[in-house]
């Protein structure tokens, strides 16, 4: 009997598990056996990877293989488990020694002919790893330069199977990770492209200052579109620790390439509106995988034309965007995925849509019908609500409009101000500090709030909206450069959720 011994890594959302794999190589009925709950594409892996050994130069073992991926109770996905499995039951069966195996992660899905194939979700993986401290790791050439992120952890690219097994036996050599090169960013639109539209343009610079939702109401071509692709452009870049949890996420849904192997900027995610519930929220067979809202993490997700997403897909938003986070329970089990993105909203005010609102032609029934697609409860948790101005003139002002860089220096000055203050509690801007906090610790005088006990008192406010008008008041101090809201500053917030025309 001989037994050997390697790792893998399980991923459950962004959560890495490391899996010890076992190959015991013995008497019995020749048979290949795996325990520890696989699913079919794992399961399969057996006849993959003996086509895979055969076709690097090593024959399988024609003993009794039995393979067990502990925890066993712990459900196993997909194909990365191939690489792994065929370097230990060859290990097992005394064809290679085990001396390398120990304290390495194998990561890569085996082709019939020993192609080392590149899977998702190699950065989260890795970050498992290093957490449960083993020391090297190997996973395919394409995912090198990612798997480069993780530092303290010693780092092998694959092309074949062959190789992988020089390697083992100290006949050849693996490339290692080097540090990846991250290019600057390509320029994004500008916001001197904007024609007008001074009070939604300071609504952007409010929002991307203070993290705030925003809803954009306005007939066609008013520039609701071209507003919302510019506000990741006023955002700051993503902070190194960001970066990797953003990275994570885009690994795991196979969105990142060689080329742009970090994503350091804040991602713009803009699904249309005919997208399905699982692809918006996340969700999916077995074990769920990420959706829109976990790929705008820390970025911005517009949603155009959002009164024809239907009240179903609208109303999954609520909880993602008091909580920052998704939660999904599938049948394999439950995925966590970040999602603390920026809503943006943009929506026409009727079915019609005219440029000028006196030539609209909708009954008031279907008016309200098509504006109650935006609920209340939604529309709660928006901060800023903007009814956009029909254009006049092409060029309607003597000064030209601010470019993106103007813009972005005073949110940079803002969002620092924020995290200054914040700094002692972990909360990085002003959307993101809960209301208990804001009322008690950050408490402002009674005559600077009045105004919204007022709201509250007839009924105009809720509690939730009272505490968004007070982040919204922080944001606009923070951009004024005062230490504090004053009363103009809560009105003004407080103005900010009646702009919206019924």
Not at 104 to 113: F, S, W
Not at 342 to 353: E, G, I
Not at 421 to 434: I, K
Request: proline share 10%.
């Amino acid at each position: 009997m001989a037994l050997a011994r390697t790792w893998s890594v399980a991923l459950f959302g962004v959560d890495g598990v490391p899996v010890e794999i076992e190959a015991d190589v013995g008497v019995g009925t020749v048979r290949t056996q795996l325990l520890g709950l696989p699913d079919a594409a794992l399961h399969e892996s057996k006849d993959r990877v003996r086509a895979a050994v055969r076709n690097s130069g090593h024959d399988w073992p024609t003993q009794r293989v039995t393979l067990g991926l502990s925890p066993a109770t712990l459900p196993k996905n997909g194909s990365g488990y191939d690489l792994a499995i065929a370097c230990v039951v060859l290990a097992a069966a005394k064809a290679i020694p085990a001396d390398r195996l120990t304290g390495t992660v194998l990561l890569g899905e085996l082709a019939l002919d020993g192609r080392v194939r590149p899977v998702r979700g190699v950065l989260p993986a890795l970050l498992a790893a290093r957490r449960a401290r083993l020391t090297r790791a190997v996973v395919p050439a394409p995912c090198l330069p990612e798997a480069a992120l993780v530092e303290g952890l010693a780092v092998h690219g694959a092309t074949t199977l062959a190789e992988v097994l020089a390697w083992l036996t100290d006949d050849g050599t693996l490339p290692e990770a080097a540090p990846p090169e991250v290019a600057p960013p390509p320029p994004g639109p500008d916001l001197a492209d904007v024609l007008g539209q001074p009070e939604a343009r300071w609504a952007l610079e409010v929002a991307a200052a203070g993290g705030h939702h925003v809803l954009l109401t306005g007939p066609p071509g008013t520039g609701k579109t071209m507003l919302a692709q510019r506000l990741a452009g006023l955002l700051p870049p993503l902070s190194p620790e960001e970066a990797l949890g953003v990275t994570a996420i885009h690994s795991i849904a196979g969105l990142l390439s060689p080329e742009t192997p970090l994503v350091a900027t804040p991602p713009f995610v803009s699904p249309h509106h005919s997208t399905s519930p699982v692809a918006l929220v996340g969700g999916g067979a077995g074990l769920a995988k990420p959706g829109a809202v976990s790929r705008a993490h820390r970025g911005v997700l517009f949603l155009d034309e959002a009164c024809e997403f239907g009240a179903g897909k609208l109303e999954s938003l609520r909880t993602v965007l008091e909580d920052g986070e998704v939660r999904l329970a599938r049948r394999d089990g439950m995925a966590r995925y970040p999602a603390r993105f920026q809503l943006v909203l943009a929506t026409n005010p009727c079915p019609c849509a005219p440029p000028k609102e006196i030539d609209c032609v909708c009954a008031p029934a279907a008016r309200r019908r098509y504006q109650a697609k935006l609920s209340g409860p939604l529309l709660d948790r928006v901060d800023l609500r903007v009814a956009m101005r029909p254009l006049t003139a092409m060029n309607s002002v003597d000064v030209p409009p601010e470019p993106t860089a103007a813009v972005r220096e005073r949110v940079h000055k803002a969002r620092t101000r924020a995290a200054e203050r914040w700094s002692a509690h972990g909360w990085l801007t002003n959307a993101e500090v809960p209301g208990p906090a804001l009322r008690r610790e950050f408490a402002l005088p009674r005559p600077t709030t009045a105004i919204l006990d007022r709201a509250l008192s007839r009924g105009a406010l809720t509690g939730r909206g009272a505490d968004r008008c007070l982040r919204v008041a922080w944001t606009l101090a923070d951009l004024a450069e005062q230490a504090q809201p004053t009363a103009d500053h809560v009105a003004a917030a407080l103005e900010f959720r009646e702009r919206r025309k019924s």
